[in-house]
């Protein structure tokens, strides 16, 4: 049986002001997936997050956000200064991630509270719910951003250079938690990163863009193909 | 008691508490996620083009609030977008329109009326200054104001805590965002001529401070900056009657004693 396409690309050319960085993507995600994007910096990346995120409308081409649609997709964006010193209990910003659902959310429901509880205790910070935001570690605030995601998300994460400023093993242990959380609750991932290494060991499928060019295939595949070679000896 | 009773036997100064409370009440609760986005700055950028499009409206014979809320709004929404623009260094574009805004004025009225004490009473407040519309006035966007936070309290969190994660899920965070500056363009027009065009901004970001330096939940920063909002107004507004001190400057100083107790408390 096919899996169901969560999100996809068709013919889809990215840029600036009609100036194209990317032209004619075509790739899917899948329920099951684990994709990374790698470039180098200024391919594109973060313009093809913001135009899979909906953000911005792509150059040309069709973009269809299955997964975006039927509220089944969570973002992990890259922390901004500003959050490093906000007043927030760890269960206030986890309990933001239900907001995608729709209504007015004068409060969250009894059933978003008991998910959020659940969601916590998976990725261990539950004993921190209580806790202010700004006093917790790097690798403690991206777990509580990553179970917002889950809150938010049933089928796909989008995560924006999740390891970015975490020391090797917060690093470790959150490729850790989103194995788990792929391998165990099905989750689609896809992960932007300039990560190779955790790239090539982590994914099932690797979506290089760079220089008007791009691949997308098993990692295999890629090892094999010109821009992983070149990209992966540096 | 007797000194409550004494002073609201003066029209003019319960007009003066009335809109004063409810103008602090606002400008602490949309100070709360202003302060936390860095945008504290344009609480300062309106009152000054505030002041001018004042000084503008009274040497043309306009109602001045008619004219002025109009103006400052469109000056709020340019400077939101200012802010969020990378381009420029929003910092430095925000204090060279502050200051033009203050020269407008300023150079209009000396042409026209010359430097008279309605001047100062604009850059310093005067408690004579609230009539029955800025009751009215203020009434209405306290309403407004609260039933905003009441209703979209948790979009509003989310915006102000992660405009993309917010943007990403569905939030329409522009309309937030320029709603927040509007209500902000709004309670500093209506506060301004009471508080002074120098020392509204204080009103926005005093109280939002202090709570920061006590609570570590979102909800309680929000709720504490209110009430020491209108607390500090009732303290300031006690203190310049008694001392006979121009209201705006006292107001300000309460609020700089409570955030000094608020960072002694909590550095605790």
């Excluded at chain 1, 008991?114 to 700004?134: D, N, P, T, V």
């Excluded at chain 2, 929003?90 to 009225?109: E, H, K, P, Y």
Aim: glycine share 8%; hydrophobic share 50%; aromatic share 8%.
């Amino acid at each position: 049986m096919e899996r169901q396409i969560l999100l996809a690309c068709h013919d889809v050319s990215l840029g600036y002001e009609h100036r194209p960085l990317l032209e004619h993507l075509d790739f899917a995600v899948r329920e099951g997936d684990y994709v990374a994007v790698l470039g180098e910096n200024g391919s594109g990346k973060s313009t093809l997050l913001k135009s899979l995120l909906g953000l911005t409308p792509p150059l040309a081409g069709r973009i269809d956000r299955a997964a975006q649609r039927a509220g089944r997709l969570g973002y992990l964006p890259q922390q901004t200064p500003a959050q490093r010193d906000f007043p927030a209990t760890v269960e206030e910003v986890v309990l933001s991630g239900f907001l995608n659902r729709s209504g007015l959310h004068l409060t969250y429901s009894s059933a978003e509270k008991s998910a959020a509880l659940m969601h916590m205790g998976k990725l261990g910070i539950l004993e921190l719910r209580q806790r202010c935001y700004r006093e917790l570690s790097g690798g403690q605030q991206q777990r509580v951003l990553l179970c917002r995601a889950l809150c938010a998300a049933s089928g796909l994460l989008i995560l924006d250079e999740p390891a970015t400023g975490l020391d090797p093993a917060a690093s470790q242990d959150l490729y850790k938690t989103l194995r788990y959380l792929h391998d165990r609750e099905g989750m689609a991932i896809l992960m932007v990163t300039h990560d190779l290494d955790a790239a090539l060991r982590e994914a099932k499928t690797i979506l290089h863009i760079g220089q008007n060019r791009w691949f997308c295939g098993t990692v295999e595949e890629y090892l094999k193909d010109e821009s992983g070679r070149r990209f992966g000896r540096k | 008691m007797s000194l409550l009773l004494s002073m609201l036997a003066y029209p003019f100064i319960v007009r003066a508490f009335v809109v004063g409370a409810l103008v602090s009440l606002c400008a602490a609760l949309l100070g709360v996620p202003l302060v936390l986005k860095r945008y504290s700055m344009i609480g300062d950028g309106l009152s000054h083009v505030s002041f001018g499009a004042l000084a503008v409206a009274l040497a043309c014979g306009f109602a001045p609030l008619w004219f002025s809320i109009p103006v400052v709004m469109l000056a709020a929404f340019f400077l939101l977008r200012l802010a969020e623009s990378s381009r420029v260094s929003a910092d430095a574009a925000i204090a060279v329109l502050s200051a033009s805004a203050l020269a407008v004025g300023v150079v209009v009225t000396s042409l026209t009326t010359g430097m008279t004490t309605d001047v100062d009473s604009y850059l310093f407040g005067s408690i004579l200054a609230m009539s029955r519309s800025d009751v009215v006035l203020s009434v209405t966007l306290a309403v407004f104001v609260l039933s905003l936070f009441a209703a979209f309290y948790h979009r509003l969190f989310a915006v102000t805590f992660d405009e993309s994660f917010a943007r990403a899920t569905g939030v329409k965070v522009g309309t937030y965002k320029t709603l927040l500056s509007l209500l902000t363009a709004l309670t500093v027009v209506l506060g301004m001529r009471m508080m002074g065009a120098m020392l509204i901004s204080s009103l926005v970001i005093f109280p939002a401070l202090s709570a920061m330096r006590v609570f570590r939940r979102f909800r309680s920063v929000v709720v504490f900056a209110g009430a020491l909002a209108v607390a500090c107004f009732c303290a300031g507004l006690a203190g310049s009657y008694l001392l006979s001190t121009p209201v705006g400057a006292t107001v300000v100083l309460c609020d700089l004693a409570a955030f000094l107790v608020c960072a002694a408390v909590g550095r605790r």
